[in-house]
């Protein structure tokens, strides 16, 4: 079992930035690879970004690349999404997500989930 715990979110005017962080407990954070997902309301629920248990190889949306940097510190046990230049289409609930492996960009490979932080960006 991991524990994830999502912190970080507000409200934030469009153009601004916010440092999301996903606090991990129980077994070897290490041991994970780390995604952030977002969903708006009545949207599903899509792929932020993604980062291996390494951090050597880093993915991400096409809406959001050159605006977010996904992050870990493994003897922390945390992650992290800097999120820059944030648009009002950004607002949305952001979960962090850990898996032992597969497909980064599917929800459906992993494994644990924390319970969201909500984002608002107003325009």
């Known amino acids: 079992q991991v524990q994830l715990v999502e912190s970080g979110g507000g409200l934030v005017q469009a153009g601004g930035s916010l440092r999301l962080s996903c606090a991990a407990s129980?077994?070897?954070?290490?041991?994970?690879?780390m995604g952030w997902f977002r969903q708006a309301p009545g949207k599903e629920r899509e792929f932020v970004a993604a980062?291996?248990?390494?951090?050597?190889?880093?993915y991400y949306a096409d809406a959001v690349k050159g605006r977010f940097t996904i992050s870990r510190d493994n003897a922390k046990n945390a992650g992290y999404l800097q999120m820059n230049s944030l648009k009002p289409e950004d607002t949305a609930v952001y979960y962090c997500?850990?898996?032992?492996?597969?497909?980064?960009?599917?929800?459906?490979?992993?494994?644990?989930w924390g319970q969201g932080t909500q984002v608002t960006v107003s325009s």
């Open positions: 997500a850990v898996a032992i492996s597969g497909r980064p960009r599917s929800p459906y490979e992993y494994d644990y």
């Open positions: 129980g077994r070897t954070f290490s041991s994970y690879a």
């Open positions: 980062i291996s248990w390494s951090a050597d190889n880093t």
